[in-house]
């Protein structure tokens, strides 16, 4: 059975730093991982999706790294703004034919201005 | 893109009523949705596959009787909780399965539902 961790489950830094969010997964059988994000009392936003075959995808001060073989992913974060204060969570999809998503517990960040 | 819906973001329900969820696939037809759950702290956890047509697919512990879901048409699924009780008081999200979208299909979630019930 698929399990996912994220480590740290908290964490603050000052507004300007970089920031690195950890993912791990258990089963390295992979469709794809995919991160979100949460803010309280709201739903999921997708942030970046890495298919299995992919190392790294970017979108603006997100980076999502992937390596799949150690069950291991990143999410960094350059110049955090207080804006970037919320969950994130990180999920696994198993397969092509398999669409259920396993989540981590998330990591809840505060960005302190 | 391709957005799914969810209705009431909000609900705060007497215990021992029903409420009911809605999931709609606004630009895509969904043949399959996802019912997920978190609690406080926890990671979102699936409670069923809804199948348009046919009966929903329960994960191990979730109660059928419970959580009704409803997956009438190819853009909308129901969950229904039945008898609510405090302890159902949770956070819903719904996730829908593009078929169109390849390889893979592309899985998009709706916003979620927060759950009160006192």
């Known amino acids: 059975k698929q399990e996912v961790t994220q480590i740290p489950a908290a964490l603050s830094v000052p507004e300007g730093e970089n920031l690195v969010l950890n993912c791990s997964f258990t089963?390295?059988?992979?469709?794809?991982l995919q991160w979100f994000r949460q803010d309280p009392g709201k739903g999921l936003t997708s942030l970046l999706l890495i298919q299995s075959s992919q190392r790294e995808q970017t979108s603006g001060r997100l980076n999502a790294s992937l390596d799949k073989s150690s069950g291991r992913s990143t999410l960094y974060i350059a110049a955090s703004q207080p804006g970037d204060s919320a969950t994130y969570l990180c999920?696994?999809?198993?397969?092509?034919?398999?669409?259920?998503?396993?989540f981590g517990k998330g990591t809840k960040l505060s960005v302190i201005p | 893109g391709a957005v799914v819906s969810q209705h009431p973001s909000r609900v705060i329900c007497k215990s021992g009523t029903s409420v009911k969820i809605e999931c709609r696939s606004l630009d895509f037809q969904a043949t399959t949705m996802f019912w997920y759950r978190q609690f406080p702290k926890q990671s979102l956890m699936l409670m069923a596959t809804s199948n348009e047509g046919s009966k929903a697919t329960y994960e191990q512990g979730v109660e059928k009787d419970k959580f009704l879901i409803n997956h009438a048409s190819l853009t909308l699924s129901t969950l229904t909780v039945t008898s609510a009780h405090p302890e159902d008081s949770s956070f819903y999200i719904c996730s829908a399965r593009d078929r169109k979208t390849l390889p893979g299909n592309t899985i998009y979630f709706g916003e979620g539902s927060w759950l009160t019930v006192v």
């Open positions: 089963d390295s059988a992979i469709y794809n």
């Open positions: 999920a696994v999809r198993p397969g092509a034919g398999s669409y259920q998503l396993t």
